[in-house]
């Protein structure tokens, strides 16, 4: 308008033009100068349980000039979702004034990173804007819930030296009969098998008990999407999660030493160990864990056995499929004691498919192979827990696996 | 896994709170909006040049479809069309103030349309009526001092100094004061 003004020498175009000029003038000279937000998150737990309620707390401090409008925005991870309050708020804030704002979220299992707060700054007339970042880092982990498993029976055929609760296939003392050998002097009185002792003349004899040892335990998270996805969408992947994380909780608890693989687009691997602290590691690994497809890790051919130590339990929960009796028969062979835990794929997907009675053909002959196929494993001498994940996990475990099964408490199996 | 920020309205409180919450925004962006399209209308109608009002009509009354149906992108193309047709006006030798008017009124809707815009994200607890208040003093002021400056403009006529000059040097002063303002303000 002023260039039209001075082209044509008339001042009307200029006065035309007066008012967006002082418009602009007004603007740009209450422009905030120095724009200096810091700001600080508290999050009222930082380890919560899926969709538990989490109050995030926001304070933002002006150590700048005076912000007329500032539209504050906390980026919330996209999977949380908010319950209460708001994570935007637009106001104005005077030279070293600080605003606090508080809102509730709440999400499913993962680990979740809350990095900046975005701030919006205007003029009053909005003629300048700058956006800047406020680094105000916070983290949330939502665990898997693990529940308290009373006992896990295993037997590995290598135990640690340190005293636990497995039976360590060696006599000594504890809890169950292992033999009888001669008597030697020390042995407590009540040790003494009597009814032995009256069959020989010279000699006596004592009655040993099986060791009880710490073992070495390699759970396998098995997060493949052809072995967890199903149509619609569903997945058996969280029930998976679950009940690695009550196997791992109530392996720790009995005192073995405990590692996690997380066998799906990429391996990921928890280090052994032993204690709370190891269950730590394991629910964060477990809280990250996603299922994923991959051509290398498609099938459980590539799975990394020498990760655990020789001879040691391995607990492979997982759906699953065909392909897996050889990887599973081969981790048998060298000498690995194998527990399978299956959440059972065909009754989990006929939960949700019509009732009809296509559904329900289809459903008997996949269930008849998924039987054929556990038996299979169950005859190369691996340990089955086929886990219909409409009945509580602990439940199952409880009937099945409390107590180790009658072909594998023979000693040297 | 971040999302970006959204400018999405906020969810709580609904869009019948959001509006009620910024009622005297809206109110004075429709008299903005009937003052900018009534001017030109008028202006243009003295000038006997009646085909184009029709059109301010309904530029007006799609400027406040637009906001109703939450269409920002369509208050920038109004403040342009009005300019336009302010300037064409002027051009056309019709009348100056109401062309002035009309333009003044593009601006000033233009600019409440964005702030109700960016009003709307605000959260029920933020001090809207305040904000509101400042900024529609603060706008007052503006387009009254920029009317007073335009339409003393028209009416001063300086005999000894060209009037382009004065505004050019006007113009000038405002930036070399603005700058030394921006410049003491940093010490």
Same mark, same amino acid.
């Given at each position: 308008?002023?260039?039209?003004?001075?082209?044509?020498?008339?001042?009307?175009?200029?006065?035309?033009?007066?008012?967006?000029?002082?418009?602009?003038?007004?603007?740009?000279?209450?422009?905030?100068?120095?724009?200096?937000?810091?700001?600080?998150?508290?999050?009222?737990?930082?380890?919560?349980?899926?969709?538990?309620?989490?109050?995030?707390?926001?304070?933002?401090?002006?150590?700048?000039?005076?912000?007329?409008?500032?539209?504050?925005?906390?980026?919330?991870?996209?999977?949380?979702?908010?319950?209460?309050?708001?994570?935007?708020?637009?106001?104005?804030?005077?030279?070293?004034?600080?605003?606090?704002?508080?809102?509730?979220?709440?999400?499913?299992?993962?680990?979740?990173?809350?990095?900046?707060?975005?701030?919006?700054?205007?003029?009053?007339?909005?003629?300048?804007?700058?956006?800047?970042?406020?680094?105000?880092?916070?983290?949330?982990?939502?665990?898997?819930?693990?529940?308290?498993?009373?006992?896990?029976?295993?037997?590995?055929?290598?135990?640690?030296?340190?005293?636990?609760?497995?039976?360590?296939?060696?006599?000594?003392?504890?809890?169950?009969?292992?033999?009888?050998?001669?008597?030697?002097?020390?042995?407590?009185?009540?040790?003494?098998?009597?009814?032995?002792?009256?069959?020989?003349?010279?000699?006596?004899?004592?009655?040993?008990?099986?060791?009880?040892?710490?073992?070495?335990?390699?759970?396998?998270?098995?997060?493949?999407?052809?072995?967890?996805?199903?149509?619609?969408?569903?997945?058996?992947?969280?029930?998976?999660?679950?009940?690695?994380?009550?196997?791992?909780?109530?392996?720790?608890?009995?005192?073995?030493?405990?590692?996690?693989?997380?066998?799906?687009?990429?391996?990921?691997?928890?280090?052994?160990?032993?204690?709370?602290?190891?269950?730590?590691?394991?629910?964060?690994?477990?809280?990250?864990?996603?299922?994923?497809?991959?051509?290398?890790?498609?099938?459980?051919?590539?799975?990394?056995?020498?990760?655990?130590?020789?001879?040691?339990?391995?607990?492979?929960?997982?759906?699953?499929?065909?392909?897996?009796?050889?990887?599973?028969?081969?981790?048998?062979?060298?000498?690995?004691?194998?527990?399978?835990?299956?959440?059972?794929?065909?009754?989990?997907?006929?939960?949700?498919?019509?009732?009809?009675?296509?559904?329900?053909?289809?459903?008997?002959?996949?269930?008849?192979?998924?039987?054929?196929?556990?038996?299979?494993?169950?005859?190369?001498?691996?340990?089955?827990?086929?886990?219909?994940?409409?009945?509580?996990?602990?439940?199952?475990?409880?009937?099945?696996?409390?107590?180790?099964?009658?072909?594998?408490?023979?000693?040297?199996? | 896994?971040?999302?970006?920020?959204?400018?999405?309205?906020?969810?709580?409180?609904?869009?019948?709170?959001?509006?009620?919450?910024?009622?005297?925004?809206?109110?004075?962006?429709?008299?903005?909006?009937?003052?900018?399209?009534?001017?030109?209308?008028?202006?243009?109608?003295?000038?006997?040049?009646?085909?184009?009002?029709?059109?301010?009509?309904?530029?007006?009354?799609?400027?406040?479809?637009?906001?109703?149906?939450?269409?920002?992108?369509?208050?920038?193309?109004?403040?342009?069309?009005?300019?336009?047709?302010?300037?064409?006006?002027?051009?056309?030798?019709?009348?100056?103030?109401?062309?002035?008017?009309?333009?003044?009124?593009?601006?000033?809707?233009?600019?409440?349309?964005?702030?109700?815009?960016?009003?709307?994200?605000?959260?029920?607890?933020?001090?809207?009526?305040?904000?509101?208040?400042?900024?529609?003093?603060? +706008?007052?002021? *503006? @387009? $009254?001092?920029?009317?007073? !400056? #335009?339409? /003393?403009?028209?009416?001063?006529?300086?005999?000894? %100094? +060209?009037?382009? *000059? @004065? $505004?050019?040097?006007?113009? !000038? #002063?405002? /930036?070399?004061?603005?700058?030394?303002?921006?410049? %003491?303000?940093?010490?």
């Amino acid at each position: 308008m002023i260039l039209a003004g001075i082209v044509t020498v008339r001042g009307e175009f200029i006065a035309l033009a007066l008012p967006f000029v002082v418009y602009l003038l007004a603007g740009f000279l209450r422009s905030p100068d120095e724009i200096k937000l810091e700001a600080t998150r508290h999050l009222s737990n930082e380890r919560a349980s899926p969709n538990s309620d989490i109050v995030v707390t926001v304070t933002v401090m002006n150590r700048g000039s005076h912000l007329e409008e500032v539209l504050l925005e906390d980026v919330v991870p996209v999977d949380l979702s908010l319950r209460v309050g708001l994570s935007r708020h637009l106001l104005t804030l005077p030279k070293g004034a600080s605003y606090t704002f508080t809102y509730t979220v709440s999400g499913p299992r993962g680990g979740y990173g809350f990095e900046n707060i975005s701030a919006k700054v205007n003029d009053h007339l909005a003629v300048t804007s700058r956006r800047v970042q406020i680094e105000a880092k916070g983290q949330l982990f939502v665990f898997p819930p693990v529940m308290r498993l009373r006992r896990v029976a295993i037997r590995p055929r290598r135990t640690r030296v340190y005293a636990g609760s497995i039976p360590a296939r060696a006599g000594g003392t504890g809890m169950e009969f292992f033999g009888v050998r001669e008597y030697q002097p020390g042995d407590p009185p009540r040790t003494i098998n009597w009814r032995a002792s009256a069959r020989h003349e010279e000699l006596m004899y004592s009655n040993e008990f099986q060791q009880e040892r710490v073992a070495d335990v390699g759970i396998v998270l098995d997060g493949r999407l052809r072995t967890n996805q199903f149509a619609h969408g569903y997945s058996l992947f969280e029930y998976s999660v679950q009940a690695a994380a009550a196997m791992a909780d109530a392996l720790l608890t009995q005192g073995n030493r405990v590692g996690l693989l997380v066998y799906a687009s990429f391996l990921r691997w928890t280090l052994p160990g032993y204690g709370k602290v190891q269950r730590e590691r394991i629910l964060h690994t477990l809280a990250h864990a996603q299922p994923g497809g991959s051509e290398v890790f498609s099938d459980l051919e590539h799975l990394p056995t020498r990760l655990f130590p020789s001879e040691s339990q391995i607990v492979l929960v997982s759906p699953l499929t065909e392909d897996d009796l050889t990887p599973l028969v081969q981790m048998r062979a060298q000498g690995y004691q194998v527990l399978v835990v299956s959440p059972n794929s065909v009754n989990f997907e006929l939960s949700y498919l019509p009732k009809d009675q296509y559904a329900e053909l289809a459903g008997r002959v996949v269930r008849m192979e998924r039987t054929l196929l556990l038996h299979k494993v169950q005859r190369a001498g691996i340990q089955v827990l086929d886990w219909d994940v409409t009945e509580p996990f602990d439940l199952v475990v409880k009937r099945k696996l409390s107590r180790p099964p009658a072909w594998l408490r023979a000693v040297g199996r | 896994m971040l999302q970006p920020p959204s400018l999405a309205k906020h969810p709580a409180g609904g869009e019948d709170a959001a509006e009620s919450r910024i009622i005297m925004t809206i109110v004075a962006m429709v008299l903005s909006i009937l003052l900018g399209t009534g001017s030109l209308v008028i202006g243009y109608s003295q000038a006997d040049f009646t085909d184009p009002v029709r059109w301010f009509v309904l530029l007006g009354l799609g400027w406040l479809l637009a906001h109703w149906q939450k269409w920002y992108w369509f208050s920038p193309i109004a403040l342009f069309v009005t300019i336009i047709a302010a300037g064409y006006g002027v051009w056309r030798e019709f009348s100056t103030v109401w062309m002035i008017l009309g333009a003044l009124g593009g601006l000033l809707g233009w600019d409440l349309s964005d702030f109700a815009r960016r009003l709307s994200y605000a959260a029920p607890t933020d001090d809207v009526q305040g904000m509101q208040r400042r900024h529609l003093e603060r +706008a007052g002021i *503006v @387009a $009254v001092l920029g009317l007073g !400056l #335009a339409l /003393l403009s028209v009416y001063i006529h300086i005999t000894r %100094l +060209a009037f382009e *000059v @004065a $505004v050019g040097l006007i113009l !000038l #002063a405002a /930036l070399g004061l603005t700058r030394l303002v921006m410049g %003491l303000r940093k010490y």
